[in-house]
């Protein structure tokens, strides 16, 4: 059995470059660059958590309760990240999104329907396949996402 991998904390990219990116892409759309902007991204990159539009406001309200970022921005702020693939997100439905900085190793995740928990997993044998299959449909694949819904060990004990 292939080897499954749980740890996604290291960044394939230092702050500073991510920055810069970042700088760039609101340049090209006509956009300032402004301290809430850079609060946002930074604080995806710190987090070592999948977070909806409304934690990450209240993420940042709690560490500047002086900055005046309003949820509006933070909404633009990640739709432009996400548009751009320096952020990816989560469906969850009616309940929203939950964001993820990109610049991680590719991993996949499990989903709790009950808590929302996020489990990120890596399975060889599962990209083996996923490349042989559209190398077999003659499918040149780009970039591929799996997630799996279901209920964690947590909530089954639960109920």
Do not use: W
């Not at 209240?58 to 005046?68: F, R, S």
């Amino acid at each position: 059995m292939s080897k499954v991998t749980t740890n996604f904390s290291d960044k394939t990219i230092q702050y500073e470059q991510l920055l810069q990116n970042f700088k760039s892409l609101l340049k090209e759309n006509n956009l300032k660059f402004t301290i809430q902007r850079e609060v946002i991204l930074e604080t995806l990159y710190d987090s070592q958590e999948h977070l909806t539009p409304e934690s990450l406001h209240h993420l940042i309200q709690e560490k500047y309760p002086d900055l005046n970022t309003g949820i509006a921005t933070v909404y633009r702020t990640l739709s432009l990240l996400e548009e751009s693939d320096i952020v990816t997100s989560l469906s969850f439905g009616a309940q929203g999104k939950k964001y993820e900085l990109g610049a991680k190793e590719h991993h996949d995740h499990l989903i709790c329907t009950e808590c929302g928990n996020i489990t990120e997993f890596v399975d060889e044998q599962i990209e083996e396949r996923q490349h042989k299959i559209a190398q077999e449909l003659e499918f040149k694949m780009q970039d591929h996402s799996m997630q799996i819904y279901g209920v964690c060990k947590k909530c089954q004990k639960e109920n």
